[in-house]
């Protein structure tokens, strides 16, 4: 189209969108025309045709053809999707052209708070950034991920204190690797009614931020304590996290009190109300006065503000970012743009590099309200994974799973499901709104949830094992395209790279999401109306086969970069 364009009405116009779409009515529609018109001074529907004559798509479409005011619908011919489907056959990436100008991307997401439990607030921030940074790097980029944890402030005073007075040994210890946030309630109810506790804590805290070597083995025996416990919680959600990705906010320390001397001797940190405060332009409270940034406390002490901005430029000048995506809860939105703004003002941020709050909204009970528990308190992660693997091994006992499978496959499979069924229903959402977290709606078979798309790989394995049995396969065979359901999901599963090009642009897993429910959908359709593995002759079996092996790949490929787990049977 866009040579099309420039041959009708000369170079001046290459700038001009194709504006290509779906259409109803044809494969695609191209609505160039339409705005080319007023730039050329010409009908709309003439420019149509003029470019539809100029268009060159011999071997890949039937004849454009114009419609209505000036659209030119376009229909791809059979054969060449079935040569583009059998060419993505066999193709790791499964169509997607390698990153034209691959960058580097620092991906945050989860980012708990050492000696605290993650709750169902961490769930989203943690799958929904652990599927950005797998597509980031499928498509080509190299991604850094990077658990921002809270490791740092008062309250290790008092966590330091407490693991002092019961022993690393004890099981009261031991419970910030199974119940941190029964640890962190005694030390809070220690703190709370022993003044004497509370006077220790205070002194631990300026030990600990002096530099005091035990002190400071201390705080590194808290945090190793709570690695165990996220170790446990990622591998069971199955993230792909590690150690080495956690740089919390003691990481950035040394690096505050020369971030804050650099913004006051730039004279965008200025003393307000005996707070070193930063005033981004663009930027205003209440009776349109400025709105600040607090860089450093009345009381000389740092704050979040004083931690992002360090971390903004670590990412760029050691690591050379070109990009930075923030996987953060959506009530901390103005707060970014506050700091990024205040960055930028700098010089911290170079002109090319994106920083990008990706936010991500609330989960929310049945009344419409954060989800919480009957007693009000945050749900518990490891409470409501375990919950759902018990209700998927409940409804896999009412579809008399045991008698396919033994008791160690049943569990492996429940696990998987429920597993799975929490991950995709917070993927499949838009990571910005709000929903409800319903326990029916995610576990069922129906619909576009993760079991059903389970189900859909798992059938198609079915298939190939059933075929393996008749001694039929889809080696070395071609897609070819003799019916409309296999047109649909041939040309269906063709746009996967487009797909994943444009969710790792938006950093909007739930379009794949989406998509991959399109191709299920579609295979089911094909599945119920052009017979496999009855199909005649031989040759039209085995390009079926083909086609059923492609629609696998892209579900399980698709899946595994949602951090779906896909079980062998179900």
């Known amino acids: 189209m866009h040579d099309a364009i420039v ?88 169509g997607l052209a390698p990153a034209a100008a691959p960058q580097t991307v620092v991906v945050e997401y989860s980012s708990p708070n050492i000696a605290k439990e993650m709750h169902v607030g961490h769930l989203r921030t943690t799958i929904v950034g652990d599927a950005i940074a797998r597509i980031g790097e499928f498509a080509g980029h190299r991604v850094i991920r990077d658990n921002h944890v809270g490791d740092w402030g008062t309250q290790f005073g008092m966590l330091i204190e407490y693991l002092l007075d019961v022993g690393e040994e004890s099981p ?43 002190t400071l083995q201390l705080w590194q025996d808290l945090v190793d304590f709570s690695k165990d416990y996220l170790h446990r919680i990622y591998g069971r959600l199955g993230v792909t996290l590690t150690d080495d990705d956690i740089k919390g906010e003691s990481f950035y320390n040394d690096l505050l009190a020369d971030t804050v001397a650099r913004l006051e001797e730039e004279g965008i940190a200025v003393h307000s109300d005996g707070a070193l405060c930063a005033f981004p332009a663009g930027f205003t409270g209440r009776e349109g006065r400025p709105m600040p940034v607090i860089i450093r406390k009345s009381d000389g002490g740092y704050n979040y503000s004083t931690t992002d901005l360090a971390t903004i430029r670590y990412r760029v000048d050691e690591l050379g970012v070109d990009r930075a995506i923030y996987v953060v809860g959506s009530d901390q939105a103005l707060h970014f743009q506050l700091v990024f703004a205040v960055a930028r003002e700098a010089g911290w941020i170079p002109p090319g590099a994106v920083f990008t709050h990706a936010q991500i909204g609330l989960v929310l009970g049945p009344d419409g309200n954060r989800l919480r528990t009957r007693s009000g308190d945050n749900v518990q992660l490891s409470a409501l994974l375990a919950e759902a693997v018990e209700r998927a091994r409940a409804i896999l006992d009412e ?116 998509y991959l429910f399109e191709v299920a959908s579609l295979f089911t359709t094909f599945y119920e109306e052009c017979p496999v593995l009855k199909a005649t002759p031989a040759s039209l079996r085995a390009s079926r086969l083909a086609l059923c092996a492609l629609t696998h790949d892209v579900l399980t490929t698709g899946l595994g970069l949602l951090g779906v787990p896909v079980p062998e049977r179900m």
């Open 7 to 94: 041959a009708s009405f000369g170079p001046e116009y290459s700038d001009a969108d194709p504006l290509i779409r779906p259409s109803a009515f044809a494969d695609f529609q191209a609505n160039a025309a339409l705005p080319l018109a007023k730039r050329v001074g010409r009908p709309p529907r003439e420019v149509a045709t003029e470019l539809a004559a100029r268009l060159d798509v011999t071997g890949i479409c039937a004849e454009p053809v114009v419609s209505g005011p000036g659209f030119i619908n376009l229909t791809l011919r059979d054969d060449w999707i079935a040569a583009q489907a059998s060419a993505m056959l066999g193709d790791d990436r499964l």
């Open 172 to 214: 009261e210890a031991g419970l910030l690797r199974t119940d941190p946030n029964a640890f962190y309630q005694a030390a809070r109810r220690t703190f709370d009614s022993d003044p004497g506790f509370a006077d220790r804590a205070r002194k631990r805290v300026v030990d600990l931020q002096g530099g005091d070597p035990g």
């Open 399 to 514: 579809l008399d799973a045991t008698a396919r499978f033994d008791a160690a496959e049943l569990d492996a499979v429940a696990e998987a499901v429920g597993i799975g069924a929490v991950k995709y229903a917070d993927l499949s959402t838009a990571r910005e709104s709000a929903y409800v977290f319903d326990w029916d709606r995610m576990i069922s078979f129906r619909g576009n949830t993760g079991p059903y798309l389970q189900y859909a790989t798992a059938r198609i394995r079915s298939i190939f094992r059933r075929a393996a049995d008749a001694g039929a396969t889809a080696h070395g065979a071609a897609v070819a395209i003799t019916a409309g359901p296999e047109r649909a999901l041939a040309l269906k599963l063709l746009g996967f790279g487009a797909v994943i090009t444009g969710v790792g642009e938006t950093a909007e897993p739930h379009r794949l999401c989406g």
